[in-house]
């Protein structure tokens, strides 16, 4: 057994062990005192809005599974990871990211292995897999649904416009963005006016929602409110000013795509075009292309290969990125 894969076979059994630690280990007793101080302070409160605070939590609690309770423990930074899932829109939780990672791991590994590949390079490449894919899933589910809702928000500012015009109070003009806006947008105004319902204030209520979405367009949104309930002043003036805001902000992203798309798409194909020769080669001629998986020379050649791959494509990303 050559030093490469006495380090593979070492840095897998330390996984394994690790995982097996966190797994059977005992439940964190800081977060256990945790939990029964803020239950003890919610339940003599008498704030309307830790009352609000307990209920949301006792709700979440009841939702959660068994195994979203082992993905928190497993998974690094859990906060962070609910948090890019309700993001998603979807009724995705760590559990579920957790289980996806475990089959695409066992699916790689058992085709690979099925073909003849060494097992320790097999369950490296299939837990890279099971670690990315997941990551890259909700990173997209991501930037679709933020897209869908700057392209309606828009539409849904100009409809709390009208709505205000009309003579009705700012929390009316929200149930009515919520049930009249289709996709994204109607969801996230249905949350605010959800919560506002059960004793939740307006600002709060919009700030959950703008750390939620991450967009600059929804905070410029809350911040615009916030003035105006400080300062007053005509508020379907200033969202209808907002809304030519944020659609010549659009357009200016559409322009910059438009003028960014002949390098992305050279980046594109001079990146892909290594992977396609050697997929190809590897195709006509397998024995040829097979050192790569066997020859120590070759795996540390194709490594760094793919680093230096790997900074120029992340330096060709900064150069063509433009913030707005």
């Not at 649904?145 to 109070?169: H, Y």
């Not at 105006?228 to 508020?235: I, Y």
Request: glycine fraction near 10%; hydrophobic fraction near 50%; charge should be positive.
């Amino acid at each position: 057994m050559d030093i490469l894969q006495l380090f593979m076979l070492a840095g897998s059994a330390l996984a394994v062990m690790l995982l097996i630690y966190f797994a059977f280990s005992g439940p964190n007793e800081q977060k256990i005192q945790m939990r029964r101080m803020t239950a003890l302070r919610d339940r003599h409160s008498n704030s309307t809005g830790a009352v609000v605070e307990a209920q949301m939590r006792r709700i979440q609690a009841t939702r959660a599974t068994k195994m979203d309770g082992i993905a928190t423990r497993l998974l690094p930074n859990p906060a962070n990871l609910k948090k890019r899932l309700d993001m998603t829109g979807k009724d995705w939780t760590p559990g579920k990211y957790l289980m996806a990672g475990v089959i695409i791991l066992l699916v790689i590994v058992v085709i690979m292995t099925m073909k003849g590949l060494p097992f320790l390079l097999c369950l490296l490449l299939g837990t890279f897999a099971g670690l990315w894919f997941p990551h890259l899933a909700v990173g997209y589910m991501i930037n679709r649904r933020i897209g869908q809702f700057n392209k309606r928000f828009p539409d849904a500012i100009e409809l709390l416009v009208r709505g205000l015009r009309s003579g009705l109070p700012i929390s009316e003009t929200l149930g009515v963005v919520a049930s009249e806006v289709p996709g994204p947008v109607g969801e996230e105004f249905r949350s605010v006016s959800d919560k506002i319902k059960i004793g939740r204030t307006m600002d709060a209520a919009m700030q959950e929602t703008a750390d939620r979405l991450g967009t600059p367009e929804f905070q410029f949104f809350c911040i615009s409110l916030t003035i105006q309930r400080e300062t007053g002043g005509n508020l379907a003036e200033t969202l209808s000013n907002l809304a030519t805001v944020l659609r010549m902000r659009a357009q200016m992203k559409l322009k910059i795509r438009a003028m960014s798309s002949e390098s992305k798409a050279s980046a594109y194909i001079i990146g892909a075009l290594p992977f396609i020769v050697f997929g190809l080669i590897y195709m006509i001629n397998p024995n040829y292309m097979g050192g790569f998986f066997v020859d120590q020379r070759l795996m540390i050649t194709g490594g760094g290969g793919l680093i230096w791959m790997s900074i120029g494509a992340f330096i060709m990303s900064k150069m063509i990125s433009f913030e707005i």
